[in-house]
């Protein structure tokens, strides 16, 4: 119960245990205070009315009027779906629930939750806990809550495109160790591997090869495992380095995997050993070549007052600006890549060490955005409504990047979409070379402990004007680059 139920009831012996006190909200010059009571505790309540608006007013101790607004508990099976709905938008990686909803019984009001193992343990830590606080504070009558165990979800693509269905486990042939001894004859692939496990050999196709440095000085690597649907973001310390070669090719991976809070239950790896592989089922995605012209959103020359020195007129262009390369966001309707879908995407191409073009747009997730993520973001159902859909989107951007090494600032969490949705239309990303900026910082700036966006920026002393806006985020993120690479120069 709520601080509020347990102070009037300790001044008044459980007077009023019989009651609710969900909130207490300001009104313009008024602050209400609702009280929710059984329909036959009514009448104690209305006699009971003038205690009540003097304790509230002493516990609450505020400088306005109070008003007491009285509501009789009586859900039904409606009423509750939309409580909870309204619920899980605190929570992004919850978002996607697939909730069921039993009817009253005699046991009363039930809720049942799909969710899988990943998404459970996830949810136990602070979801669940604070769902059943909500019902307590708001509803007289108990409310059961169940828990169903689903599987990952492979959620039915709104375009209509079929999805790209894995095998739980592949054979392995031509195995040959590239970092560490791998001695697998099989392995399970990326949508098999679930929860916690020790010395479990996964099998995929590598993308997202990136250099990292720890806050401590040691160099290691992330990449992913992909079989078209799922991905496994993992780690490696290992020796020797990975070489680019890998990118896009089949391998095996032996390590811990283990369930990932921020990224609402999906799972990531601590890789020991890495092998190239064959792998009857696997299937590596080809590269098409792009359309010839943009048909739903095209870039535009970037444009800015003065592109300072260090961007424009720094000397001359070290190696590693040489060629082009593209730097993208996305805005989401949360952090999960099985339930959730972009909202934005923002991109900007850097060429020799300049920013040349911009590509931007709004994107309709034809699902809702949660209330959290819309204040964070900006980005509202009414303002994505009529918006291009993300097939239409992923058709130009991947003619805009095409060839071109992918830049972000924590990569991770936005190339997976590139992956999932590009291999169900056509449009491959996994051969691309990655870098990310959140991995270059330690080396480029000494002594950085925190690796946000903005504290590289900051330390660089550049400004993002319009943070959490995937094109705002972009351009940031390329001049992040861009003054690094130099300064590694």
Do not use: W
Request: aromatic share 10%.
């Amino acid at each position: 119960m709520n601080k509020f139920y347990k102070e009037i009831n300790s001044r008044t012996n459980d007077k009023y245990a019989a009651l609710r006190f969900p909130a207490v909200k300001v009104r313009g010059d008024f602050v209400e205070l609702n009280v929710v009571c059984a329909a036959a505790d009514r009448e104690f309540v209305d006699k009971n009315m003038g205690e009540l608006m003097l304790l509230a007013t002493e516990i609450c101790a505020f400088n306005a009027p109070l008003r007491i607004s009285v509501s009789v508990s009586a859900p039904d099976r409606d009423a509750l779906r939309a409580d909870v709905i309204s619920f899980t938008r605190k929570f992004p990686f919850a978002a996607g629930l697939a909730n069921d909803f039993a009817a009253s019984d005699s046991d009363g009001l039930r809720v049942t939750l799909k969710m899988h193992d990943g998404m459970l343990a996830l949810a136990q830590a602070e979801f669940l806990p604070r769902l059943a606080e909500f019902f307590a504070n708001n509803y007289i009558q108990p409310i059961a809550v169940d828990i169903e165990k689903s599987e990952l979800p492979r959620s039915v693509d709104p375009y209509g495109a079929p999805l790209v269905v894995a095998e739980k486990e592949y054979a392995l042939s031509a195995v040959v160790s590239v970092g560490g001894s791998v001695n697998a004859e099989k392995a399970v692939s990326a949508a098999a591997v679930a929860g916690d496990a020790y010395d479990v050999a996964v099998c995929g196709v590598l993308t997202m090869l990136t250099e990292f440095t720890s806050k401590g000085g040691r160099a290691y690597q992330k990449f992913v495992l992909y079989d078209g649907e799922t991905t496994v973001q993992c780690s490696y310390f290992g020796a020797p380095a990975l070489t680019p070669d890998l990118v896009n090719a089949k391998v095996c991976v032996v390590g811990n995997t283990q369930t990932a809070g921020d990224r609402a239950g999906e799972v990531t790896m601590k890789a020991f050993s890495v092998a190239r592989c064959e792998a009857a089922g696997l299937k590596v995605f080809a590269s098409p070549a792009p359309a010839k012209a943009y048909a739903t959103v095209a870039p535009k020359p970037y444009e800015e007052y003065v592109q300072t020195s260090i961007f424009e007129k720094g000397g001359a262009v070290p190696d590693s600006l040489r060629g082009s390369f593209v730097v993208f966001d996305f805005e989401t309707t949360g952090l999960s890549v099985a339930y959730d879908r972009p909202t934005e995407i923002g991109a900007v191409k850097i060429t020799d060490g300049v920013i040349t073009e911009t590509f931007s747009t709004l994107i309709d997730p034809l699902m809702p955005i949660p209330e959290i993520v819309s204040q964070k973001t900006g980005i509202t159902d009414d303002m994505v409504k009529g918006k291009p859909r993300f097939r239409e989107v992923l058709a130009d951007f991947y003619r805009f990047s095409y060839g071109c090494p992918l830049i972000g600032h924590n990569i991770a969490f936005d190339f997976p979409f590139l992956l999932k949705y590009g291999n169900r239309y056509g449009y491959v990303f996994g051969a691309h070379a990655t870098f990310d900026t959140m991995g270059i910082a330690p080396r480029a700036l000494a002594g950085i402990e925190q690796l946000s966006l903005n504290r590289v920026l900051d330390r660089l002393g550049l400004v993002n004007d319009n943070a959490h806006r995937a094109l705002s985020d972009a351009t940031a993120t390329a001049k992040a680059f861009i003054a690094m690479q130099k300064l590694l120069a």
